[in-house]
């Protein structure tokens, strides 16, 4: 059976987060993160079908849990590899097919929905980093190409969609941990990769 606990990292007893609300054996946790301020365990919870996923925050001193908001489909809720991305006001992104689509939502600190950031007919693959004295989003998905991916920003208003990388093919970007310069390795077909900084 699947438990969340948290302990002091100088010992102690656990502090179990109350996960009562779900059915022991049918609690799948997929990922675990902390809150930037460490006061809450965030996990996302689902059931063994993934019909949904809970986003949930467990407040580490009391154990007691409380639902941001849940993910649901009458088919399958496939888990990203990313725990939210945390701004500096408490608030955060979070990437969600709900739409069919891979995108960005913006969401308050407690699980309400601000707005969603990009849209369309394409895919948000991954968050690459937020710029946010710039007020700038990056990431890669397949806005121009469903084949192949590229670098993207947008503002954080969800306004000046921007493709960063111009040359045909398939794009995947590092950035630096200030998200002012990146490292873009591309290929296509006739194109061994190539590696440029930009």
Do not use: C
């Not at 779900?22 to 689902?46: E, G, I, K, M």
């Not at 970007?173 to 190539?194: E, G, H, Y």
């Amino acid at each position: 059976l699947a438990r969340l606990g948290v302990v002091s990292v100088a010992g102690g007893e656990t502090r179990w987060v109350d996960t009562g609300e779900y059915t022991p054996t049918d609690l799948l946790l997929v990922r675990v993160a902390w809150s930037p301020d460490s006061r809450r365990v965030v996990y996302q919870a689902q059931n063994r079908e993934q019909t949904f996923l809970d986003l949930n925050a467990g407040d580490a001193s009391t154990g007691k849990s409380s639902k941001l908001f849940r993910e649901t489909t009458r088919a399958w809720v496939e888990p990203t590899d990313e725990n939210p991305t945390w701004l500096k006001d408490g608030s955060f992104l979070w990437r969600s097919e709900r739409t069919g689509w891979m995108h960005i939502y913006h969401y308050s600190s407690d699980g309400r929905l601000i707005k969603q950031i990009t849209d369309g007919k394409w895919e948000v693959r991954g968050l690459d980093g937020v710029d946010e004295q710039a007020g700038f989003i990056y990431f890669h998905g397949t806005e121009h190409s469903h084949i192949a991916e590229h670098v993207y920003r947008i503002r954080l208003d969800g306004t000046g969609l921007t493709r960063l990388t111009q040359t045909e093919g398939s794009h995947a970007a590092n950035f630096n941990p200030t998200n002012t310069l990146f490292v873009d390795r591309f290929s296509d077909i006739n194109t061994p990769p190539q590696v440029r900084l930009y």
